[in-house]
């Protein structure tokens, strides 16, 4: 089961993609021009208001935000982390 934060990620992705009937965990979201560079600010505030933090865009690493699997382990799996 997917947890809420992810599932309003992948809402926001699907959203704005109308042709992408599914959404891999593994797919490259920035490659793929799931999230094109209009949408990356959008998506910035999106995860910013999912977490209740905000992100510094001089500590941004694009990787974070490449792949579901690296947005959620980034953004959503903090307290996991060691």
């Known amino acids: 089961m997917k947890s809420e934060p992810m599932q309003a990620v992948r809402?926001?992705?699907?959203?704005?993609?109308?042709?992408?009937?599914?959404?891999?965990?593994?797919?490259?979201?920035?490659?793929?021009?799931?999230?094109?560079?209009?949408?990356?600010?959008?998506?910035?505030?999106?995860?910013?208001?999912?977490?209740?933090?905000?992100?510094d865009p001089e500590e941004l690493d694009l990787d974070d935000f490449r792949t579901l699997h690296a947005v959620e382990a980034r953004f959503f799996k903090q307290e996991a982390a060691l």
Request: charged share 30%; no cysteine; proline share 2%.
């Open 11 to 55: 809402e926001f992705i699907l959203g704005r993609n109308p042709k992408l009937e599914q959404l891999a965990d593994d797919l490259d979201l920035i490659d793929s021009r799931a999230i094109n560079s209009l949408a990356f600010v959008e998506f910035i505030f999106l995860i910013e208001e999912l977490t209740g933090e905000s992100i």
